[in-house]
Nanobody, 122 residues
Framework: QAQLVESGGGSVAPGGSLRLSCAASGRIFSSSIIGWFRQAPGKEREFVALIRWGTQRTLVADSVKDRFTVSRGDAANIAWLQMNDLKPEDTAVYYC???????????????WGQGTQVTVAP
């Protein structure tokens, strides 16, 4: 199974943008779903967005759907999470992971990356 590595995190002022990447070391099959989750200190892991690899069908959490979009590359095993108009409450470690179930439940996902820190502060 492909290993996943996140990148693109950093510190940004409120209202700023970041684009996170989730790169797979091997092939991502069309039946796979790549999910994005985040976890802030002291809080549970939270679903952010997912993309079904083959159809590119996406789902974005209501809390961020007006600001975040998820997509994938056509020629490479990479997915992106574009985050606009970032707010302090978006501060968290962001992870990508893989599943074959169309679900927002993090327990169904595996192949978790190491995470990338996003900090939104003045």
């Amino acid at each position: 199974q492909a290993q996943l590595v996140e990148s693109g995190g950093g510190s940004v002022a409120p209202g700023g943008s970041l684009r996170l990447s989730c790169a797979a070391s091997g092939r991502i099959f069309s039946s796979s779903i790549i999910g994005w989750f985040r976890q802030a200190p002291g809080k549970e892991r939270e679903f952010v967005a997912l993309i079904r690899w083959g159809t590119q069908r996406t789902l974005v959490a209501d809390s961020v759907k007006d600001r975040f979009t998820v997509s994938r590359g056509d020629a490479a095993n990479i997915a992106w999470l574009q985050m606009n108009d970032l707010k302090p409450e978006d501060t968290a470690v962001y992870y990508c992971a893989r599943t074959v179930q169309y679900t927002t439940n993090h327990l169904a996902y595996n192949n978790w990356g190491q995470g990338t820190q996003v900090t939104v502060a003045p």
